[in-house]
């Protein structure tokens, strides 16, 4: 090899080597300044993680586990009636409109529209029969009827008051 083939290798191995040790200095940098800035978890991330590592249930013990089963069956109901629908109403009408309209009144899914006609073989099971088959659901050979509506928060005497005020509405 020639004098300036041997110089020009020393030269370009120094480069690369610098090239390399600048390459390492700027990764252990950023690194070192990703660390020292503070890391904001956004609060929806946080609450899901204490939603997944939440007990699933409690004991209760003795006199004081007696006041909280108490307390936490009372916080239940409360929270279950906050989530009733339409407010809770028994007015049939309300609910009629909401909920069933949809499909009582353009016959969808094979409901009995509001006449007469459609609803006298119905009737004559009995109310009782209409009413379980509102609130447990139905599926018959004209089509089906899903519990409640399809609205599991409607209390049972949400759907038997709205089923009372379709029958007395048949036109």
Known sequence: MRNYDLDFLKRFS???????????????????????????????????????????????????GAAAAAAAASAAAASASAQVAYGGTLDGSVIFDGLCAGCH?????????????????????????????????????????PAKGGNPALTDEQVIATVDWMVENLK
């Open 14 to 64: 120094l480069v690369i080597g610098f090239l390399i040790v600048l390459s390492l200095g700027l990764v252990l940098g950023a690194r070192m300044v990703s660390d020292s800035l503070p890391y904001d978890e956004p609060d929806n991330v946080a609450q899901r993680a204490r939603e997944r590592i939440a007990p699933v249930g409690s004991v209760y013990a003795g006199s004081t």
């Open 105 to 145: 009144g353009s016959g969808a899914g094979g409901a009995p529209t509001m006449d007469q006609a459609h609803w006298s073989a119905r009737i004559a099971q009995g109310m009782d029969t209409l009413h379980k088959h509102a609130i447990e659901g139905y599926t018959g050979s004209a089509g089906l009827m």
